[in-house]
């Protein structure tokens, strides 16, 4: 499902530095350290294949969910991929998403929970199965479906508008 | 939602930039050109992911020898101590202007909009005072930090920081510096009042010894005449294969390999710690290559080829040395701090360090304390009969075991 002004990516979720998963997302003196809010980073090619400017909000969604997020445009990324840092924070300071009618999203909204044999092991004391309990590894990322679509929408509804 | 609102107005602002916006290259096609530091090589530094470089350049208050901000305090409130060059802002006489928040070219002084008053890196002079490095250096989990003392003629820092060619600051700093080793000099030293065990670490210092005997150390930015105290080893970086046919086959024996076809580019080197003079980053570049191609050819091949630093104008002793500094120091090697001497203190009290505005007819007399003798105790160190009799009154904390001679 492509919609017009939107464009195909590879999706990269490394650490980030300002935040230590979801720990600092709320904390006014971190957020400051970068743009303030969840961002997702492309590269200069594909930005300007769907005339998105640096800081922009955009969309992020493939079939497992949707992220509102705002732009970063840089040429530290080659053509093709995107990168957002690994964050597990409900974020207030975004606007409604156009696909879910939702707020926030984040990186993991993108993946889904896959089991592999190494979360079955155990059964005694903490090493035992839990939901997701060792949390989004590489094998929940590496899926080639999931690629991503970034769609750009700049009058995202918000709050007021209901 | 929370959207983003003023702290100054009230009212909802969108954001278009902040203390740290561009982090990581964050935005680099629209506030890279904005750079500075490109100014001249803006072709070279190509905006494409394969042409991509960062390094880290941390930054502390450069604590120079003719500091801007101290001249442009109109309270006088600023100083440069005279017994260990800290440059500090005293906070009883500061009235706020925020001059020294422009005059600084580094932009290391803060305001403080809490307590109205200017602050800056102190270079933990209470840590320093006692021998402990500062803790930007104690916490350097890569253990590239130096620190150490200079001696340097004080009445010639006018003269050196007004050398019309700005690529000639560089040099005229270093002729400020006095060699520790020269009996001459430690005389004078002797003479001008300080203490021998400083003079002692003057001549052990790591600082010294990568400025100003092995020059591989520069200052940042010497063309804003400052005359700065914190110097940077500019970094090696992987040279760049941009393309199979035209790549370029490292020869470990190849003492310079392509020295301009590294990933950062010179001339962004030059700009930033050579007044844009490339060939001091050459040489620069130069040494610590050819420290890597001797070191290799020893360690590996058992050879020691004292060709490879004649070519650069080093013996390999010093090469040598200058590895063990670079690469394996030990915490004391790297960290030389003599610790003040209280029983000097009351002399300090008399003769403060002096602002821009001490003039005859001036504002001037910044900091001046009033004799002991008033009976009045200035600080713990004082008491009201005068100094304590013999040997130190400060705590002295985590300190190693003193070495015998020191």
């Known amino acids: 499902m492509s919609r017009a002004g939107s464009i195909t990516l590879r999706y990269l979720t490394p650490h980030s530095k300002w935040s230590i998963h979801s720990e600092y997302q709320d904390n006014l003196h971190l957020l400051t350290l970068f743009r303030g809010g969840p961002v997702i980073w492309i590269s200069v090619e594909d930005a300007a294949a769907i005339e998105v400017r640096d800081n922009d909000w955009v969309e992020a969604f493939n079939r497992n969910g949707v992220i509102a997020c705002r732009a970063v445009v840089t040429h530290r990324l080659p053509r093709g991929v995107c990168m957002m840092y690994h964050a597990k924070d409900r974020h207030v300071n975004v606007p409604l998403t156009e696909l879910s009618g939702n707020r926030g999203g984040m990186d993991n909204s993108l993946t889904r929970i896959v089991w592999k044999p190494t979360h079955l092991v155990g059964g005694y004391a903490q090493l035992s199965f839990g939901f997701n309990y060792y949390g989004p590894t590489g094998s929940q990322r590496d899926d080639l479906r999931k690629l991503l679509t970034i769609f750009w929408n700049p009058d995202l509804p918000t709050i007021d508008d209901y | 939602m929370a959207r983003p609102h003023s702290q100054l107005t009230g009212r909802e602002m969108s954001l278009r930039s902040g203390p740290n916006w561009d982090d990581m290259l964050a935005g680099a096609p629209e506030t890279v050109p904005d750079d500075p530091d490109l100014r001249g090589i803006e072709e070279q530094v190509k905006l494409s992911y394969e042409h991509a470089f960062m390094f880290y350049l941390p930054r502390i208050c450069e604590h120079c020898l003719n500091p801007s901000f101290v001249a442009s305090c109109p309270s006088g409130a600023m100083y440069k101590r005279d017994e260990d060059g800290i440059v500090l802002v005293d906070q009883d006489k500061c009235r706020g202007w925020r001059f020294c ?6 932009k290391k002084v803060y305001f403080n909009h809490q307590t109205g008053k200017a602050e800056k890196c102190t270079l933990c002079y209470p840590r320093i005072e006692v021998g402990l490095p500062t803790i930007c250096s104690e916490t350097c989990v890569g253990r590239i930090r130096y620190l150490g003392l200079v001696l340097y003629d004080a009445d010639r820092v006018k003269e050196a920081a007004s ?12 002729g400020l510096f006095l060699d520790p080793e020269d009996p001459a000099v430690r005389a004078q030293a002797r003479r001008d009042g300080i203490p021998d065990d400083w003079i002692e670490h003057a001549r052990r210092s790591p600082v010294h010894a990568l400025a100003i005997r ?21 970094p090696l970086s992987p040279v760049v294969n941009v393309l199979e046919r035209d790549g370029f086959e490292a020869d470990p024996d190849d003492v310079f390999p392509a020295i301009d076809r590294l990933r950062i580019p010179v001339d962004y080197l030059a700009n930033l710690l050579a007044a844009g003079d490339s060939e001091v980053i050459r040489g620069v570049l130069r040494r610590l290559t050819a420290m890597r191609a001797y070191m290799r050819k020893q360690q590996v091949l058992g050879e020691t080829d004292d060709a490879v630093a004649a070519g650069v104008g080093m013996s390999s002793a010093d090469l040598e040395a200058m590895y063990r500094l670079l690469a394996i120091a030990k915490y004391e090697d790297r960290y030389v701090i003599p610790q003040a001497h209280t029983e000097l203190a009351q002399r300090l009290a008399e003769l403060p360090g002096t602002c821009g505005l001490d003039f005859e007819g001036g504002p001037g007399g910044c900091g001046a304390l009033p004799r002991p003798a008033d009976g009045i105790n200035q600080n713990f160190m004082l008491t009201k009969k005068g100094p304590p009799p013999t040997g130190r009154s ?13």
């Open chain 2, 101 to 106: 928040v422009s005059g600084c070219p580094y």
């Open chain 2, 163 to 174: 050398i019309p060619d700005e690529k000639g600051l560089l040099d005229a700093q270093l």
């Open chain 2, 214 to 234: 092995y020059r591989v150390a520069l200052p940042l930015h010497p063309e804003y005449r400052t005359l700065p105290m914190v110097w940077y080893v500019p």
């Open chain 2, 394 to 406: 400060l705590p002295v904390l985590n300190r190693r075991p003193e070495e015998p001679g020191t």
